[in-house]
């Protein structure tokens, strides 16, 4: 995936791009030749895109598992504080961790926010003890377990420049 530098000027995305994109967050194996019929364009118009999409970063397309039917019942997110120094040293080491599944750099409370899957609360003390204070550089943290989700999206969608008028 390509660098997600903001001060790039991006390409741009057009219409078709725009109903590719929703056509594959509804479904990511949708077939290229349905999506083609479906915008009145060949299936090789949908491949090329679809490849200059994934290729300049602004999508990817993958399989998305449930962590709790899979046996991992603990999720939360953590907040951390740390040396500014060497945050992004720091921010490289945590996010190498199995358990550390999204990691950000964060303004206000925290320099970092971290969400991590473990199997159950001890597998979560084990990280947070073992793992997480074991990092150079980690001054404090603050647990917060995740009892209920209740929305979780990967679908936000891309309204273009006209949108924002």
């Known amino acids: ?27 990511g194996r949708t077939p290229f030749a349905q999506i083609a019929q479906r915008l009145g364009v060949s299936p090789g118009m949908i491949r090329q895109r679809y490849l200059r999409l994934v290729e300049e970063g602004y999508i990817q397309v993958v399989a998305v598992t449930n962590p709790l039917l899979m046996g991992y019942n603990t999720m939360a997110l953590i907040g951390v504080k740390a040396d500014g120094s ?38 979560l003390l084990r990280f947070l003890t073992q793992r997480l204070h074991g990092v150079e ?24 420049e006209e949108s924002r008028e």
């Not at 997600?4 to 057009?14: E, H, I, M, N, Y």
């Not at 080491?93 to 599944?101: D, G, H, K, L, M």
């Not at 303004?107 to 991590?116: A, F, K, M, P, S």
């Open 1 to 27: 995936m390509k660098s997600t530098d903001r001060s790039a000027v991006p390409d741009k995305v057009d219409e078709i791009d725009r109903q590719i994109i929703n056509a594959l967050k509804r479904d």
């Open 86 to 123: 060497r945050l992004h040293e720091i921010a490289r080491q945590i996010a190498a961790f199995e358990e550390v599944i999204y990691l950000v750099l964060s303004t206000g409370g925290y320099d970092l926010l971290v969400e991590v899957i473990c199997r159950d609360n001890a597998d």
């Open 137 to 160: 550089g980690v001054r404090d943290t603050e647990t917060f377990i995740y009892l209920e989700i209740v929305k979780e999206t990967y679908a936000w969608e891309y309204r273009g």
